[in-house]
């Protein structure tokens, strides 16, 4: 009974393919987020969806795209991937963006 | 300007020994929220505790405690009597209410020695 259960955990992949990763909350929360955490453990936000709808997107190259099929779920799919993209992403749910955010394990991202 | 400044990029203590984990934020909402967030070195970001900008009182919870001070734009964590399972990355976070925005600070690396 996984709160925030994301895959995959690790997704070794060359550079230039597409890949998603996936995120499913059952804590029945209406926000879901997606992060990336560099090498030096910055977290930086990407996206938030409120209720599937889009409330925060901060730069990201438009390579990145989060979907959110239901309020329970939120994917990310990453086209062309970079060398740079390597990072340990995060997704994370919660009540509305000023309540703690509950996260899921990450998933860490070797672009080779 | 960052808005959330952690400046301790690393601490080493002793077990046993108290130590201060500074967070200085920046806003100009009137209405926000302060959170610390702690990542083992297993890599989970555990949720540790939430404030809103109304309420200063301190909070303690065990070995943990935390101090607001808005007139400092202070939000300082300390760990009383540190174990070594408290070596972790920590995260101060702030909330925005009316822009929407989050921020985490760039975190904390606790470093607590036998």
């Known amino acids: 009974d996984t709160a925030v259960s994301q895959t995959p955990k690790y997704l070794v992949t060359q550079m230039g393919n597409d890949k998603s990763i996936k995120c499913e909350q059952n804590?029945?929360?209406?926000?879901m987020y997606w992060y990336k955490q560099d090498s030096k453990k910055f977290l930086k936000i990407m996206f938030s969806y409120n209720n599937k709808e889009l409330i925060i997107n901060e730069t990201v190259p438009n390579r990145f795209s989060p979907k959110s099929p239901d309020k329970a779920h939120l994917n990310l799919h990453i086209n062309s991937l970079e060398l740079g993209d390597s990072a340990v992403y995060f997704c994370a749910s919660s009540h509305g963006t000023v309540y703690e955010q509950y996260f899921g394990p990450g998933t860490r991202l070797t672009v080779t | 300007a960052q808005k959330v400044t952690q400046a301790q990029t690393e601490i080493s203590v002793v077990e046993k020994e108290d130590v201060t984990l500074d967070c200085v934020y920046e806003t100009r909402d009137t209405t926000y929220y302060l959170f610390w967030y702690k990542q083992p070195p297993s890599g989970e970001l555990v949720f540790l505790i939430r404030r809103n900008s109304f309420d200063e009182q301190n909070e303690i919870s065990g070995r943990y405690s935390w101090n607001f001070q808005k007139s400092t734009s202070s939000f300082n964590f300390t760990i009383t009597a540190s174990q070594v399972v408290d070596s972790a990355v920590y995260f101060c976070a702030l909330s925005e209410d009316n822009f929407n925005k989050f921020y985490f600070g760039s975190g904390t690396k606790l470093n607590v020695k036998p």
């Open positions: 804590l029945g929360h209406d926000t």
